[in-house]
């Protein structure tokens, strides 16, 4: 990516922004081909999540990530460029057009800010391939239009435009300047504040009453008879309201109920979005450096403090639960042996206590090598034993065998790739696929030897109740 020494914050005038978009027109001429164009403006505080909901359009692509606890959040609307690609090869694809896509970008503002410069966002499904008619393609990553980022004290906007061949400058500035004076003085008066529905008036258990015990009686025999050590299985229920959902009303709610979790949504263009709080990081990488963490073994809240302390005490000491924490963390040293990474972690796993659960929970870092991509991490890391199970090609195969439903982006990667190869992605669980007054909750259970499908049924149930008291109100 080309970086141009120009402030666009100190030259903010028409005839600037129309000097650095003839630039690029004059680039993409001499390159044959167009140019994404990336400016920055470090901006008074914005919000957003609100932004989103001023500017919220159905009919077009959107990510929203928010994590309070880690003290950022990001939105981008609208595809300036986009690609999809499937197979198993999909994320060495993504790969290839995101740095294809940077060797013709040029990029002006302060891009030592976080979020500053052109960003790729992805939302990749659990499988390699998706049906023809699902709502999300196997991996899309997307460039944003517009992209509003907080961070710290921090608050950037970014405009990315395509700058074809003989490109219209003059109306193409004109529409960043309108932009640009937008977001110097936000107005938030045209937000609409959607809210969430009311309970459910109906439930249907994807597969029908029962199959999910019948398909956890039938992992334990094939893990009892060496197929594979863990799988994890999952249920879906499709709810239906009176009132439509609205990804942002949901979202409002996540921010505040799960400060901890990633509150995320995105929407496909088609009127359907994947939203919900997931705890679970896949992997983060910067500066030189890439953090995941090993994630398994649940158990419940408790009503005080004492009853909560002792449910993580038997946690910890559960040998259940610390067998299935070994296996992700024997997995996660496993997948990423051929990129020589030293892995640095404690020795024992803590406790994670999130709203309504606790898991084990072990953060794992590394020295990246030179040449090591987010995408390429992504790649060995997903699907985690946490979502797939081990080893991982015999328990996916259990899985499309056993589960009732496609799982989309449940238990996918979703995330995001910046112009130094750095981002993050996180794990699609705790999660519902929305679509007018429909919404179709997930929640699965890791199956080990000594599981029992009534136990496992009693964790979906919980984490169920979670998802509906975060969709809907009472």
């Known amino acids: 990516m080309t970086i141009l020494p120009i402030d666009p914050t100190a030259n903010a005038t028409p005839a600037s922004l129309h000097g650095f978009l003839d630039q690029c027109r004059s680039r993409a001429e001499q390159a044959g081909r167009p140019v994404l164009a990336s400016i920055s403006l470090a901006v008074d505080h914005l919000d957003p999540l609100a932004v989103l909901e001023s500017i919220f359009e159905p009919r077009e692509l959107h990510f929203y990530a928010e994590r309070p606890a880690q003290g950022f959040a990001v939105a981008g609307a609208e595809a300036v460029v986009q690609f999809a690609a499937a197979g198993p090869g999909r994320f060495a694809a993504a790969r290839s057009f995101i740095t294809e896509t940077l060797a013709q970008a040029v990029a002006v503002g302060p891009l030592h800010e976080p979020f500053a410069g052109p960003h790729f966002f ?8 998706a049906p023809a008619d699902a709502p999300f393609p196997a991996l899309r990553v997307f460039v944003p239009r517009w992209q509003v980022a907080a961070c710290g004290d921090s608050t950037v906007a970014v405009a990315n435009l395509l700058v074809p061949p003989g490109a219209p400058v003059e109306l193409m500035a004109a529409k960043v300047w309108k932009a640009h004076e937008k977001f ?69 709610h996540l921010r505040q109920r799960y400060p901890g979790c990633y509150a995320f949504s995105v929407a496909n263009g ?13 992997v983060r990488v910067a500066g030189g450096r890439m953090h995941t963490e090993a994630l398994a073994g649940s158990a419940p809240r408790g009503a005080s403090a004492s009853e909560d302390a002792a449910l993580a005490r038997a946690l910890l000491q559960s040998e259940k639960d610390l067998r299935e924490h070994r296996l992700v963390l024997e997995s996660i040293a ?3 042996a051929d ?30 090598p030179a040449g090591v991509h987010l995408l390429d991490l992504v790649a060995r890391l997903h699907p985690t034993p946490a979502v797939g199970g081990t080893p991982r090609a015999p328990a996916v195969a259990a899985i499309g065998r056993l589960e009732a439903f496609s799982r989309g982006l449940y238990a996918g990667a979703l995330g995001w790739v910046n112009a130094r190869d750095e981002g993050e992605a996180f794990v699609g669980i705790r999660s519902a696929l929305v679509e ?10 890791g199956i080990v030897a000594g599981s029992s499908p009534e136990k496992e049924f009693a964790e979906t149930e919980l984490k169920f109740k979670a998802l509906v008291e975060a969709l809907t109100h009472t």
């Open 339 to 368: 990129l020589g990474l030293a892995l640095e972690h404690p020795a024992q796993p803590r406790v994670l206590g999130l709203a309504n659960v606790q898991h084990l929970h072990l953060p794992i870092s590394a020295t990246l």
């Open 184 to 252: 110097r003085a936000f107005d938030y008066r045209g937000a609409r504040h959607p809210d969430r529905p009311p309970a459910p008036r109906h439930a249907e258990e994807i597969g029908g009453e029962g199959a999910y015990s019948r398909a956890v009686s039938r992992a334990l025999e094939e893990i009892a008879r060496g197929d594979y050590r863990k799988v994890v299985l999952a249920r879906a229920r499709r709810l239906t309201t009176t009132e439509a959902f609205h990804p942002l009303g949901v979202l409002n």
């Open 122 to 129: 992805f939302a990749a499904g659990f499988g390699d391939n």
């Open 436 to 445: 007018g007054t429909t919404a179709t909750v997930y929640a699965g259970a």
């Open 270 to 282: 088609r009127g359907q979005s994947f939203i919900g709080a997931s705890p679970e990081r896949l």
């Open 334 to 336: 496993r997948r990423v």
